[in-house]
C-alpha cells in the first residue's frame, strides 16, 4: 500500500470511529455501480440511462407477469376445489 493509500485508509477509519459516516443521506440504499465513460457526451449518457431503466421497467413487467400467472392459477385451483365441495351432498 503507497502512502497516499495509507493515508486515506486512516482518515476514513478515524471518521468513521468517531461517526462522522452515520446517517448519510441515502445510506442503506444501494449504490449505482453502472460504469458510464465519461468521454460520453451529456445526451449519450441520458440516452444510456433510458436504455437501462427500460430493461429494468421489463424485467419487473416480466416478473409481474410471471406472478399474475400464478395467481390465476391458484384462484383457478381454490374455485374448483370450491365447487367441488358445493357439490358434494
Excluded at 6 to 15: K, M, N, P, S
Excluded at 37 to 56: F, N, P, S, T
Excluded at 68 to 79: E, G, S
Aim: aromatic fraction near 2%; glycine fraction near 6%; proline fraction near 3%.
Amino acid at each position: 500500500m503507497n502512502a497516499l493509500a495509507w493515508i486515506g485508509e486512516t482518515r476514513i477509519a478515524q471518521a468513521v470511529q468517531e461517526g462522522k459516516l452515520d446517517n448519510l443521506p441515502g445510506a442503506g440504499l444501494p449504490l449505482d455501480l453502472t460504469v458510464r465513460d465519461a468521454a460520453l457526451d451529456a445526451q449519450a449518457r441520458l440516452g444510456l440511462e433510458l436504455l437501462d431503466r427500460a430493461r429494468r421497467a421489463q424485467a419487473h413487467t416480466d416478473q409481474d407477469r410471471r406472478e399474475r400467472a400464478a395467481l390465476r392459477l391458484l384462484w383457478a385451483k381454490a374455485l374448483a376445489s370450491q365447487r367441488r365441495n358445493d357439490s358434494k351432498p
